[in-house]
């Protein structure tokens, strides 16, 4: 279908189900049919640019929002690290992704960081950053926004949700998953997100019809195998883009499937 404007995709669910696998995966394919990326690691603990296959140096290049200090104040009222704060209700974010992206084969990447006081830091100034970008963002019908989220559901906030269209919970075979799924499904439809989908991700063939079937619950996008490669390729720090074709058609399908739903 012929989208009007441009789509923000959150990705969302339990650690290590494959958010940043399906979110550098989601990048790749938008940008491959000719769309303006902006790639979002709103994760602090960042790798979402080693899975697009920016290297190192470049990603030390980048200054992420937490990095710096100045404009997250200026831009939200706040000091990073420092819980109940005031914000400005609207700060100005139009020009953030020209001076805050680092930018490789068409993906812009914009990193939120991580918090200098360490884990210690409320990362609440950098949730409003995202939320206030991903709210202000004028998307247009050639842009995708695709956001890499932190682990779990504490940073999920109504503006947060507002601010996208859609949102993927990343599901992996397993009960526990299927429990944040479903909790994470709630809370984001509390929030009033409309279009709430699952992947499941990491699957074996002989079991996939009993993950569907846990899932009902939820639109399921699609299923990504479990692969050795993708594993080998982050050993190795290489992108999985490059190194695995086992995930694009399953991803493929679900950026069609995706399509048809919206
Ligand atoms: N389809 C797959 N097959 C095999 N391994 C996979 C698959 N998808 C992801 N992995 C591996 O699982 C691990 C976690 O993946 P990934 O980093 O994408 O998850 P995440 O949800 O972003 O994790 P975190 O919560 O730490 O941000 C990585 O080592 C990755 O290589
Ligand atoms: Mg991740």
Do not use: W
């Not at 932190?150 to 601010?163: D, I, K, P, V």
């Not at 992996?172 to 499941?200: C, H, W, Y």
């Amino acid at each position: 279908m012929a989208l009007e404007k441009g789509l923000k995709i959150a990705i969302s669910g339990k650690g290590g189900v494959g958010k940043t696998t399906l979110a550098a995966l989601l990048c790749y394919l938008y940008s491959r049919e000719g769309k303006k990326v902006l790639a979002v690691d709103a994760d602090p603990d960042a790798n979402l640019g080693m899975a697009l296959g920016f290297s190192v140096e470049e990603l030390q290049l980048a200054t992420t929002i937490a990095d710096d200090r100045k404009l997250i104040k200026e831009r939200t009222g706040a000091e990073p690290g420092t819980p109940g704060a005031l914000f400005n209700l609207n700060p100005r974010v139009d020009d953030i992704p020209k001076k805050y992206v680092i930018e490789k084969d068409g993906i812009k990447l914009l990193q939120l960081g991580q918090s200098s006081s360490g884990g210690s830091g409320c990362y609440c100034p950098e949730n409003t950053f995202i939320k206030t970008l991903l709210n202000h963002l004028v998307v247009g019908e050639n842009d995708t926004v695709i956001v890499d989220m932190e682990a779990g559901l504490e940073h999920m906030s109504r503006g947060t949700a507002r601010g996208v269209d859609v949102f993927i919970i990343v599901v992996e075979p397993g009960q526990r998953s299927f429990q944040t799924a479903k909790a994470t499904m709630k809370l984001a439809r509390d929030l009033g997100v409309k279009n709430i989908f699952a992947v499941i991700n990491k699957v074996r063939p002989e079991i996939e019809n009993i993950v569907l079937e846990a899932l009902d619950f939820l639109p399921i996008l699609g299923v990504l195998p479990f692969d050795e490669e993708v594993i080998n390729a982050d050993l190795t720090g290489k992108t999985i883009l490059n190194t695995n074709n086992k995930l694009l058609h399953p991803g493929i399908k679900i950026k069609k499937n995706l399509e048809q739903y919206l």
